[in-house]
């Protein structure tokens, strides 16, 4: 491992996940766990930008402050939000004048010995058999216990190791909005199900629908809203592909599975081209399909040929959509019939207004590209009807969506001052960057940096 902070990042997004298993075990406490993880993650971090220090963790060197011989990152992060932990709970125990307690955690630290001992400790710490941390973290906050939301956010807090504020620019609430969500989350876990505990097997795959929408959920926002990461922190779509990888290896031949890891896989191969120099979100009729990644779409075309074969289910269903935006050659030569046949079937599954947003955004392209004729202009004008009616009466981001594909209806349909007027307004409203920089663009107002 590198020892300047610059490339710690990756480091840190792989040991996260383990860090916060270990001390949930530890600790009993998914609260504790995140709380001391952090603190750990910063301490290591701090070492690392020490001027003359940058020790790399898996050194033999001693710890400054005397502490025990250091391993990996992740095992020393573990070493030190339990030695935390511990002082925490020997000063409460030494207020309250719990002797018998601040002895059995005085009992516990000297016990801790040399690196090979502490790395053999936290690999019965995250037992569970060979389950990914990510995941046994993932079955934990994905409990039915909790609603959607709640499962997202306590998902990107202990999975992703995302903090509040970045929690919250995700997903286009108040950082406040979310700080509340993720305490609401966590009281409700551990009212419901007390003492941090991983599911059995039966119980995981139970949960494991409920997991498969977390982890959509997680690369929706990544796909909204990251469109250009600049770190591994930020990368949430390459964190859920590598949790799509773990979850196929553990379920390798579930339909729904193999679809989620297609639409992921899809969508990272599509990501190249999808802002213009200036850092605008380019149109998909505009987006140059040479910049794709075409061994990243075989790979999800071969996921999604997969899943077809088992199931169809939400996730097959919205992998074929993805293949077919993935394999057509050109924004016309989309099979455009298919699309809004697939979004159909996709609505009776999962019907989400998102799902008919899309869907009508589909019969819109399907109808622009048709040779005028009244049965044309009649498809176009009940879009517009039902797009008009998402706007102004569902979820934020569906009436959102439904307001740029009417924008789009009338940029492409010639009325230009009418998309203008309508790209400016919705330039305000927008949550991501490069959406509002395209939305500027063409309601031809500068952007302001």
């Known amino acids: 491992m590198s020892g300047s902070v610059a490339g710690l990042g990756e480091d840190f997004v792989d040991a996260w996940p383990r860090i916060v298993r270990a001390l949930a075990a530890y600790t009993g406490s998914v609260d504790d766990a995140q709380e001391y993880a952090a603190e750990a993650v910063a301490r290591a971090v701090a070492r690392f930008a020490e001027p003359g220090d940058g020790r790399p963790l898996d050194s033999e060197a001693q710890a400054g402050d005397g502490g025990p ?44 010995g040399d690196a090979s001992a502490e790395a053999s ?79 059995e097997a039966p119980e995981r795959r139970v949960r494991l629908p409920v997991v498969l929408a977390a982890v959509a959920g997680m690369f929706t926002v990544a796909h909204r809203d990251v469109l250009d990461p600049q770190t591994p922190f930020d990368d949430l779509g390459r964190q859920a592909l590598s949790i799509a990888d773990a979850l196929v290896a553990e379920y390798p031949d579930d339909a729904e599975v193999r679809g989620l890891r297609a639409v992921i896989r899809l969508g990272l191969a599509r990501r190249p081209g999808r802002l213009d120099a200036a850092g605008a979100a380019v149109p998909l009729d505009e987006v140059d399909r040479r910049s794709w990644d075409r061994r ?49 079937a996709l609505e009776r599954v999962w019907g989400a207004p998102s799902v008919t947003v899309a869907r009508l955004s589909a019969e819109l392209h399907r109808a622009l590209l048709a040779t005028p004729s009244g049965e044309r202009s009649a498809a176009l004008r009940r879009v517009a009807r039902e797009l008009h009616a998402l706007a102004e009466g569902s ?25 203008a007027r309508q790209y400016g307004e919705l330039a305000a409203v927008v949550p991501t960057e490069p959406v509002r920089r395209f939305c500027l663009a063409r309601a031809g107002h500068p952007v302001v940096e």
């Open 121 to 199: 400790r936290i690999d019965d710490l995250t037992a569970g058999g060979a389950l990914d941390d990510r995941l046994a973290l993932l079955f934990v906050a994905c409990d039915p216990a909790l609603t959607e939301q709640a499962r997202l956010v306590l998902a990107l807090r202990l999975v992703c190791g995302l903090d509040v504020p970045r929690i919250a620019a995700h997903l286009g609430v108040q950082p406040s909005a979310a700080a509340a969500r993720l305490t609401r989350a966590k009281h409700a876990l551990a009212e419901a199900r007390g003492r941090f505990h991983v599911p």
């Open 69 to 112: 011989p250091l391993g990996s990152l992740a095992a020393w992060c573990i070493t030190v939000g339990k030695r935390a932990w511990l002082d925490d709970r020997r000063r409460a125990a030494t207020e309250q004048r719990h002797a018998e307690r601040l002895a059995a955690d005085s009992a516990m630290r000297s016990s801790d």
């Open 296 to 344: 990243l779409i075989e790979a999800g075309l071969d996921d999604a040929a997969a899943a077809a074969d088992r199931g169809d289910g939400r996730f097959v269903l919205e992998a074929a959509i993805a293949g077919l935006h993935s394999s057509a050659p050109s924004f016309a030569a989309t099979d455009w019939d298919r699309v809004v046949g697939f979004y159909r």
């Open 395 to 419: 979820a934020p981001y569906a009436a959102i969506d439904a307001r740029l594909a009417l924008a789009d209806l009338d940029w492409r349909a010639g009325r230009r001052a009418e998309a």
